[in-house]
C-alpha cells in the first residue's frame, strides 16, 4: 500500500549540487528506517546513507561530508542533500523505507530510482 515516488535527478557538472526527494504516500503509521543506495551500470548496488528513526546516521565512506539525509515527517518526504558531485557519483539513486502502516503489516519499500549525471 505504500508508494515512493522519486525527483531530482539530473545532469550536473563536477562540484554541483542536487536535492533527490523522495515522497511516501499510503497509510503511514512511522518511518522506521530510512536510506539511499545507488546503483552504477555493472555494479551492485550500495548504500548511500541510512537513517533511523532516532536520529543515528551511516554514510558511505564515499560520500561522507558531502551528502546529507534528511527527512520531513509531516510529508512523509525524505532527501538526499548532494554536494561536491563527482563523476564517480553517477548511478541511479534509490530512496527505500521501512515502514509501520496504520493498518496491516509494515515493510521494505523502494522508490523506482532516478538518474544521477555527474559529467563535465
Known amino acids: 500500500q505504500v508508494q515512493l515516488v522519486e525527483s531530482g535527478g539530473g545532469l550536473v557538472q563536477p562540484g554541483g549540487s542536487l536535492r533527490l526527494s523522495c515522497a511516501a504516500s499510503g497509510s503511514i503509521f512511522s518511518i522506521n528506517v530510512m536510506g539511499w543506495y545507488r546503483q552504477a551500470p555493472g555494479k551492485q548496488r550500495e548504500l548511500v546513507a541510512a537513517?533511523?528513526?532516532?536520529?543515528?546516521?551511516n554514510y558511505a565512506d564515499s560520500v561522507k561530508g558531502r551528502f546529507t539525509i534528511s527527512r520531513d515527517n509531516a510529508k512523509n518526504t525524505v532527501y538526499l542533500q548532494m554536494n561536491s558531485l563527482k563523476p564517480e557519483d553517477t548511478a541511479v539513486y534509490y530512496c527505500?523505507?521501512?515502514?509501520?502502516?496504520?493498518?496491516?503489516?509494515?515493510?521494505?519499500?523502494w522508490g523506482q530510482g532516478t538518474q544521477v549525471s555527474v559529467s563535465s
Open positions: 527505500n523505507l521501512e515502514v509501520d502502516v496504520i493498518a496491516g503489516p509494515g515493510g521494505d519499500y
Open positions: 537513517q533511523a528513526s532516532g536520529g543515528s546516521t
